[in-house]
């Protein structure tokens, strides 16, 4: 029997929505074990002079517990 945790975590990138999820992941890799899967909870940008300065997401990140 497997026991889940689901972890909220933020990850932003200035290039687009799946690079900032890809950063997030890669991120969540060095410290957390056993990931299985996560889902886009949220996603926001942030805004400079006009411009889209950053995107953000907010991941709920799934992993299996030793």
Do not use: C, P
Request: net charge positive.
């Amino acid at each position: 029997m497997s026991v889940a945790k689901v972890t909220e975590i933020i990850s932003s990138s200035s290039k687009s929505f799946d690079d900032a999820v890809e950063n997030g992941i890669k991120r969540a890799s060095k410290t957390l074990k056993g990931i299985t899967g996560a889902w886009v909870a949220d996603q926001k940008v942030t805004v400079k002079d006009g411009e889209v300065d950053e995107y953000r997401v907010v991941l709920k990140v799934t992993f299996i517990l030793n």
